[in-house]
T-cell receptor, first 114, second 117 residues
């Protein structure tokens, strides 16, 4: 079974631009979570989607948004990019939303904002 | 809010030896899950082991085992017979049980494990 895939793997954007990152979960998985990883703040939860509905949201400004499609693929969008948004963005999928279900992580998208 | 603390930024161990990584957490919840994730240089996060708080028995997965002390809110990871492939960042993580307050996984800052050949 194919793992979680994230595209693109690397991205360079300019401050003020917007960006869309994509995540394809493992086949059959209905829950997708997003995390931001930076050297300073570590790993932080962004949001979780299950069956096209946002279930949980972390403490991030409204510039960070996401959505999930009927095939469970998810996108996250960051508008008006700031230098501090430079990070590794990780996506994780699980069969269901409940915590007992293991989250499988993708390889991440490295975003650099200049 | 829940917090996870890993007090060892870096640990070093000789190949084939045993190493223990520390993790403490703070929560007022009684139902939760604890995890250890490994992140090698490739950056792909891999689940190493999981512990349900309601289970008293410590989880084990081959060479990996945990010492879960619920009252002390401690969750350490023991790696036996360390191998070169174990070199990675190790993250301790917390997740609330159903109906709990923690959104997603709450991670510690990580411990960089170095394996000396």
């Amino acid at each position: 079974k194919a793992g979680v895939t994230q595209t693109p793997r690397y991205l360079i954007k300019t401050r003020g631009q917007q960006v869309t990152l994509s995540c394809s979960p493992i086949s059959g998985h209905r829950s997708v979570s997003w995390y931001q990883q930076t050297p300073g703040q570590g790993l932080q939860f962004l949001f979780e989607y299950f069956s096209e509905t946002q279930r949980n949201k972390g403490n991030f400004p409204g510039r960070f948004s996401g959505r999930q499609f009927s095939n469970s693929r998810s996108e996250m969008n960051v508008s008006t990019l700031e230098l501090g948004d430079s990070a590794l963005y990780l996506c994780a999928s699980s069969a269901q939303s409940a915590p007992i279900y293991e989250q499988y992580f993708g390889p991440g998208t490295r975003l650099t904002v200049t | 809010a829940q917090t996870v603390t890993q007090s060892q930024p870096e640990m070093s161990v000789q190949e084939a030896e045993t190493v223990t990584l520390s993790c403490t957490y703070d929560t007022s919840e009684s139902d939760y899950y604890l995890f250890w994730y490994k992140q090698p240089p490739s950056r792909q996060m891999i689940l190493v082991i999981r512990q349900e708080a309601y289970k008293q028995q410590n989880a084990t997965e081959n060479r990996f085992s945990v010492n879960f002390q619920k009252a002390a809110k401690s969750f350490s990871l023991k790696i036996s017979d360390s191998q070169l492939g174990d070199a990675a960042m190790y993250f301790c993580a917390y997740r609330s049980g159903p109906g709990g307050g923690a959104d997603g996984l709450t991670f510690g800052k990580g411990t960089h494990l170095i394996i000396q050949p």
